[in-house]
Each structure stands twice: as C-alpha cells, then as structure tokens.
C-alpha cells in the first residue's frame, strides 16, 4: 500500500483548559477529496489549522508524504497549501503582485510558475487588476491560487465556499474535484453547503467533541445512517390522498407541494396502492426517495445524542 499523503497521529489539542482536539488519529491517501463535517465547536477548524502549521498540536503528530511536522516543520508545510476561513491580501496591489509577495516566501518560484497557477485557475481576466475591485468568487480563486503557488502534495480549506455566490459554488467544487483527479492534490475541506460536500467528495470524516466519530464515502454514510426508507407520490388530490394515508393507512406522510412523501419500505408499497386506487385516487408515479446527506448528518447526530443521554452524558 502506497503512502497516505496525510497522516494525523493521536494529536490533542486544549486552549485554555478546554479540549479541541482529543486524541485525533487520520489518514488520507493521494488524489482524496475528504469533506469534515461537524456542529459548531467540533474541532473542525482547530485541526485544519494543525494540520496547516498555523496552530502546533500538545501532543502527537502530523505526517505530509511521511515529513513530520514536529521534525521538519519548514518541509512539511512546502508539502501543504492552507486557505483560511478569511484569507489576507494586500488591497492597494494587483492580484498578480500579490501571489508575486506569496511566490517570494519559496524558493524555485518563479513568474513561470505564478503564470501557471493564473492560467490554472482562470484568473486571467483579472489577475492585473486591483483586488479592491474584485468578485468575492475571483477572491476565493486568488486565496487558492496563494495556496498552490509552490505545488503543495496537500491542499487544505477552511469553510471554502463561505461568500460564494451559487455559481461560484460550483465553480468551486469543479475546481477542487479537477486538482484532486488530474493533479493527484490531497484536499481537505470544510463547508456549511451539504449539497456541495455530498457532491464533492470522496469520503467524508465527521467530527464531534474533537474526535473523528464516523468516516467513509457519502454513500457509505447514507446508509448507516438512513432512519426510514422513503417513497415518493405523484397523485390527483393530493391534500385528500395525505389525509387519507395519515389517518386510515396509518403511514407518516409530508406533502411537499403536489408531492407526497410517504415513510414505507418497498413491500408496503402494493397494499398502499391498493388502499388509494380502492378510493378512486390517480396514482401517476411512485418512486424511492434517497436519504440525502443532510439527512444522515442530522439522523446521526440525534442518535448519538439520545445514547448521550442514556449513557447519562459520557460520549
């Protein structure tokens, strides 16, 4: 087995008394897109910051293709590219003349590379202009492009699509997902977009009390944490057909728009469609619904809270 370009060992971290980190271990092979998912306070950002040099764990520590952070930290960190949750630039300079500042901290990075970076990212357009000007998208490029100017192994990014407009989402995630599949970078990243996470990433690490308490691909997920299997209906009549089902079929039921969904396994769904079509209901579509991983974050979360409770609030 070849090389994980990331490898998080038995790391803790404590600010003040208070535990952010405990005793975190992880790995992330070359060419991952790994999204971390957790409530407010789970650590998340604590150890993107680890992991990104910014904040030294108390104990354990951090691996970039094999260079120890403890041991090497100059190597390790030309092995990583962070971009903050609020990056800093120079407003009074040109995009260019700041990743030009940002080139000047490695050495064998020259106008060629920097050319390079621009181009990769699309930020030509713009690149010799003003940043005090500039599209929050175009910002966010120019904050990964800083990240990439020397080639890093490992790309990490806090609250990536934070100030992005729907578009720039995208715009992002398609980035993110090219740099991980044709330049074989590492990526870890935060966001607050599920939608954008479930679409954009190989495998996802879930993060509560500072520990990693659930990892594996979105689909993975999804299904160890699916709560109830679902089914969708297209029908005429659909304010007397959700009554209908709710109170004499006795099967939980929300209507979203002209749209049912109903909480039923594939074997209930023949006698449910007998039951309508006995009281002249059109029944025009039914079809699984799939959990999404909003879905399954919260049905986790809620779980491991009710065993919380009943373990009388030991984790």
Not at 81 to 98: C, E, H, K, L, S
Not at 219 to 234: D, G, I, P, S, V
Request: proline fraction near 3%; glycine fraction near 8%; charge should be negative.
């Amino acid at each position: 087995m070849s090389q994980p370009t990331l490898s998080v060992e038995n790391i803790s971290k404590q600010f003040n008394g208070i535990v952010a980190i405990d005793d975190l271990s992880l790995t992330v092979p070359q060419g991952e897109v790994l999204g971390l998912i957790g409530p407010t306070g789970a650590g998340k950002s604590t150890l993107i910051r680890i992991i990104g040099g910014i904040v030294m764990p108390d104990s354990g520590d951090i691996y970039v293709n094999g260079i120890s952070l403890y041991r090497d930290y100059e190597r390790c960190m030309r092995e990583t590219g962070i971009v903050p949750d609020q990056p800093a630039f120079y407003n009074y300079m040109t995009g260019r003349g700041n990743l030009k500042t940002f080139a000047a901290m490695y050495r064998g990075v020259n106008d060629s590379t920097v050319n390079a970076v621009v181009e990769r990212l699309h930020l030509e357009h713009c690149i010799d202009t003003n940043i005090s000007t500039w599209a929050s998208g175009d910002l966010q490029r120019l904050s990964l492009a800083a990240a990439l100017i020397h080639s890093p192994s490992l790309l990490v990014m806090d609250e990536a699509l934070t100030w992005l407009d729907p578009v720039g989402v995208v715009d992002m995630r398609r980035m993110l997902r090219r740099l991980a599949m044709d330049y074989g970078i590492t990526v870890i990243v935060t966001a607050s977009h599920m939608t954008e996470l479930e679409r954009m990433c190989d495998r996802l690490a879930i993060m509560d009390g500072g520990k990693v308490i659930a990892s594996g691909t979105v689909e993975q997920f999804k299904r160890a944490n699916c709560a109830k299997n679902r089914h969708r209906l297209l029908l005429d009549r659909p304010d007397e057909a959700a009554r209908f089902i709710s109170e004499y079929v006795r099967m939980n039921v929300d209507k979203r728009g002209d749209m049912l969904i109903v909480d039923a396994d594939q074997s209930m769904i023949p006698n449910l469609m007998e039951r309508l079509y006995s009281q002249q209901f059109l029944v025009y579509e039914v079809a699984p619904v799939e959990m999404t991983l909003e879905e399954a974050y919260y049905y986790m979360l809620r779980k491991r809270s009710r065993q919380q409770r009943m373990n009388g609030g030991g984790a």
